[in-house]
T-cell receptor, first 114, second 111 residues
Framework: NAGVTQTPKFQVLKTGQSMTLQCAQD?????MYWYRQDPGMGLRLIYY???????DKGEVPNGYNVSRLNKREFSLRLESAAPSQTSVYFC?????????????FGPGTRLTVL | GQQVMQIPQYQHVQEGEDFTTYCNSS?????IQWYKQRPGGHPVFLIQ?????EVKKQKRLTFQFGEAKKNSSLHITATQTTDVGTYFC???????????FGTGTRLTIIP
C-alpha cells in the first residue's frame, strides 16, 4: 500500500496562474481532506469530502476549489494563484474506527507563488 | 479564532532532558489525538485518547487527557535526537468528520 500520495512535490507559480494539486489514497477511506500549513499557524482545513460525491468547506476555503473524482482521488485547484497561497499543502484521508478516527497524511506539496 | 491552543510554541532542550507540551481546547472533546511531524515531513499519528483522565504511554512518551476532556499533555522523558519535530494535538471540535489542529510545539534538541 502506498497510503496517501500527492503530486507534485514542489511547484512555483506566478501570480494569476492556475494549477491543480492531485491526491490519491489506496486505503479505501471514505473521507479525504486538504490542509494548508503555514509557519506558526498549524494545519488549517481548506476543504474536505466525507464521501464520494460530496465536498464541504473548511476553515480557509477562499481561493480554492476541490473535486472528489472518485473514492480514491481528491484534487485541489487554485484558479488564480496569489502570493498569500504560498504554503505547504497536505492531503489526508481518514480511517473510521469504532472509537475515534485516525488521519493519514500525504507527503505534501510545497507551493510558492511569486 | 484558534480553538485549540498549544504551549509552548517552541522548546529547545538538551539531549537527555524532559519535554512537555500542553494542549487546551475551547470545548469539551470526545477524543484528542496527537501527531508528530519531523522537519520537512508530514504529520504522523501517534495516539488517541478517549476517556476522561486517561493516561497512555509509548516508551518514553506519556500522554494524558484531562478530567474535563478539554486539555491534554504530552511528556517525553530523557529526550533523544530522534524526538526532534513538531508535535500537534487535534480534536473533533466541529464534529467527528473534521479535526481542528493545535498550533503545534516545535522541539529542537541540543546534543
Amino acid at each position: 500500500n502506498a497510503g496517501v500520495t500527492q503530486t507534485p512535490k514542489f511547484q512555483v507559480l506566478k501570480t494569476g496562474q492556475s494549477m491543480t494539486l492531485q491526491c490519491a489514497q489506496d486505503m479505501n477511506h471514505n473521507s479525504m481532506y486538504w490542509y494548508r500549513q503555514d509557519p506558526g499557524m498549524g494545519l488549517r482545513l481548506i476543504y474536505y469530502s466525507a464521501s464520494e460525491g460530496t465536498t464541504d468547506k473548511g476553515e480557509v476555503p477562499n481561493g480554492y476549489n476541490v473535486s472528489r473524482l472518485n473514492k480514491r482521488e481528491f484534487s485541489l485547484r487554485l484558479e488564480s494563484a496569489a502570493p498569500s497561497q504560498t504554503s505547504v499543502y497536505f492531503c489526508a484521508s481518514r480511517a473510521e474506527r469504532r472509537v475515534g478516527d485516525t488521519q493519514y497524511f500525504g507527503p505534501g506539496t510545497r507551493l510558492t507563488v511569486l | 479564532g484558534q480553538q485549540v491552543m498549544q504551549i509552548p510554541q517552541y522548546q529547545h532542550v538538551q539531549e537527555g532532558e524532559d519535554f512537555t507540551t500542553y494542549c487546551n481546547s475551547s470545548t469539551t472533546l470526545s477524543n484528542i489525538q496527537w501527531y508528530k511531524q519531523r522537519p520537512g515531513g508530514h504529520p504522523v499519528f501517534l495516539i488517541q485518547l478517549v476517556k476522561s483522565g486517561e493516561v497512555k504511554k509509548q516508551k518514553r512518551l506519556t500522554f494524558q487527557f484531562g478530567e474535563a476532556k478539554k486539555n491534554s499533555s504530552l511528556h517525553i522523558t530523557a529526550t533523544q535526537t530522534t524526538d526532534v519535530g513538531t508535535y500537534f494535538c487535534a480534536g473533533p471540535i466541529f464534529g467527528n468528520e473534521k479535526l481542528t489542529f493545535g498550533t503545534g510545539t516545535r522541539l529542537t534538541i541540543i546534543p
